[in-house]
């Protein structure tokens, strides 16, 4: 009975497991996914295990703690250490050689980690534009200021002390110093500015006379008669011998002038005999003669003078020479005078011919003989009563220097100066240059002021117009605004026309600054003022071939800002700006980029012989050059005097090309030259292959190495070759994952293949020198924007530009406490 009630019981039981597993589906555990790395957890862990026994507690090493570092919080308080830690752990300098070393996958795994808590707050924070140092206007910002402000074009600021630089520029807020002679070097420029400007004495006009034996059409046998040029005319009204007459002049196009000349006529006729006096001038002034007055104008020589205005038309009645007469006129302003002439007007048909005999040419003027820039600068309404005009030209020049509108105040104070200055019997002009002296040593002007509008507000917000032109012009032009700028910042539509402003300024001629001032200093092209490339080696090198080095890559860059080229152009393009001296130099024959000893067969058609010093655009497409790296320029600078230097060339490229700089070198690394001379035999890249065997060398060099033996073709002075002394040269290299290349041409396409890195680069360097300040972490976000902006824009110059100076770090400014 009880076995009957257990086997039922077993069935029962049997059914019930049976009818579950078919109700019920299997549970399946899923797989848990692996926890993020925190730095609590494998951050403290890691420090634990390599770093708090030398930096923990009252007497940690080099003072420096880690104990205050237990969350995400305390690292972003001290962000600035942390960079530190990240780079010391990087190259390897800690922990000490003594002490066990992490594995590089532990050192990866724990700076990634510590980068990506700071990736997450920049990406989260509240924006933070930044602020920027007032910061006075360096020499070059100076002087083309002075230029534009004043329309004295000189180097004012010469004798004043050389710009300090900061994270590679010379308009850093933070470096740029005031030293006491400064101040004496800035009242002395502003007195010698408008002493030029201004003349409260004007001097007389000049007059420029020449005797009529050297004025032209020049020849063997001019005719001359007593000092008298002989000008005969034939049947048909043609000179014989010479006619119209004429000299040049080459004189300032905005003055007037008076002409003059002395002449009498011999003839047979009793009527009156016409002689004119001719300007030949630009095409485009007005009162050009017709093709109908031209004609009246006796002459084989007045067809070369047109376009012409006929001045004057005399009739000459002296039939001697003491009875000669002076002919007088007036000529116009702007109208590009170039030769002043004197010629016969034809006589009626049937008439006797004339001679005319020519004594003196003279130009005098211009009649107002103050300068230009006097006449600009004081230009005011003369009904106006002296105050008035007092007031309205200060206020212009205040406004103007100030790069905002002049205050009331500051107005009533210059006028106060100039007062005092008329009242001890000086002429007007002079109160004006003296007002106008002190608007120079003022701080308004000599400082890049951007006063805040808002002070209280706690949150970031947009600078004004006028502060918005101030830092567009001094980027681009390295000078204040011009009148179309400040126009629109008075009627606030700066900021929407920004686009159009943009590209108007980088076709401007002014827009050369940008390759003055940053390309050179990006590239670090200074130094090639003072290299010296060692003679006995590389004799071809001179004064000649340096200057010719600098204006290759000025030109270069001045087509690519002027044609919105790609950035891309900057590490590969086909062509550059060649003269005969550096064409020689890099053997290259003429305009399209054959070489010398070329085949025949593979020569591109259409070149042009480079032939002088001009310089002139010349194609390099399948040449191995193009772009700035196999320029001589950036060759050069990059290389000891002596040989070549692999390391430098990468480095280089590191710094200024990806933006990713290897860390400095260890102490005590063996030197591959002594006394001038190799340590070890061999090419430069054995002796740099040997120098690689020290471990504290190679990881540094495997990255810096590779890129600089690409190079390798090129000397120390950026002249092609093949040979290392007598050893061939190997100019492969491979980088860091296993990426092999051959010469420069295949170096390039690996560095395009990079060109999101480059392009971050180019960003950060433009954005530095553009807000003159080092950037800092809370601009990343402004970066990352630009870069994927470019990259959409086909990485055109102008989409840099553009999406920078729309950018909250270049328009706007911090917020109270921030």
Known sequence: MRLRRSCLLLSVLLVSVLWLSRETEPTVVAAQPKAEPTFQGEGIAFLKKHCTTCHSGAKAKADFSLDKFT?????????????????????????????????????????????????????????????VTMRRLNRNEYNNTIRDLVGVDFNPAEDFPSDDVGYGFDNIGDVLTLPPVLLERYLAAAESIMAQAITPIPPKPTVRGVGTQFTEPAGPKVPMKNNYRVVTA?????????????????????????????????????????????????????????DEEADKISGAAAKSLRPFIILKTVEVKARTEKARESIRVEIPADIGLDKLAVALVKTDEGEPL??????????????????????????????????EQSRAVLERFASRAYRRP???????????????????????????????????CSPKFLFRVELDDRPDSAEPHTIDEYQLASRLSYFLWASMPDDELTALAAKKQLTAQLDAQVKRMLRDPKAKALTEHFVMQWLQLQPLRNARPDPTKFPAFNEQLRVAMTKETKLFFEEIVREDRSILNIIDADFTYLNAPLARHYGITDTAGNYVGQDAKTKKPGGQPIRDENFVRVNLAGSGRGGVLTQSSVLTVTSNPGRTSPVKRGRWVLEQLLGTPPPP????????????????????????????????????????????????????????????????????????????????????QILLGKKDLFAKCLTEKLMTYALGRGLEYYDRRAIDQITAALAKNDYKLSALVTELVKSEPFRCRRGKNQ
């Open 71 to 131: 969350d995400d919080a305390s690292l972003l308080k001290d962000r600035k250490a942390w960079l530190r830690v990240l780079d010391v752990l990087k190259a390897r300098e800690m922990p000490p050689e003594s002490k066990p070393q992490p594995a590089v996958a532990e050192v990866e795994a724990f700076t990634k980690l510590v980068g990506d808590i700071f990736e997450k707050h920049d990406r989260n924070a509240k924006p933070d534009p930044g602020r």
């Open 406 to 440: 002049a205050t009331k105040d500051e107005v009533d104070r210059l006028v106060k100066l100039a007062d005092s200055v008329i009242a001890k019997g000086e002429k007007w002009d002079a109160g004006m240059q003296f007002a106008m002296t002190a608007v120079l």
């Open 665 to 748: 070198p260890p102490p005590n690394v063996p030197e591959l030259e002594k006394d001038g001379k190799p340590v070890s035999a061999g090419t430069l890249r054995q002796q740099m292959e040997a120098h690689r065997k020290n471990p504290a060398c190679a990881n540094c060099h495997a990255k810096m190495d590779g890129l600089g033996f690409g190079l390798e073709n090129f000397d120390a002075v950026g002249a092609f070759r093949t040979k290392d002394g007598e050893l061939p040269i190997d100019s492969s290299g491979e980088l860091p994952g296993k990426v092999k290349f051959n010469g420069p041409t295949e170096l390039k």
């Open 354 to 387: 004339p001679t005319m005999y020519v004594q003196y040419m003279s130009l005098e003027g211009p009649l107002d003989s103050r300068p230009t820039s006097h006449r600009k600068l004081l230009a005011c309404d003369p009904k106006a009563t002296q105050a």
């Open 234 to 290: 034939n049947k048909d009204g043609t000179p014989v011998d010479t006619g119209p007459i004429f000299t040049r002049y080459k004189v300032p196009s905005d003055g007037v002038y008076n002409a003059q000349t002395t002449v009498y006529i011999e003839t047979t006729s009793t009527k009156p005999v016409k002689v004119a006096l001719l300007a030949a001038c630009e095409k485009t002034a007005k009162g050009v003669a017709t």
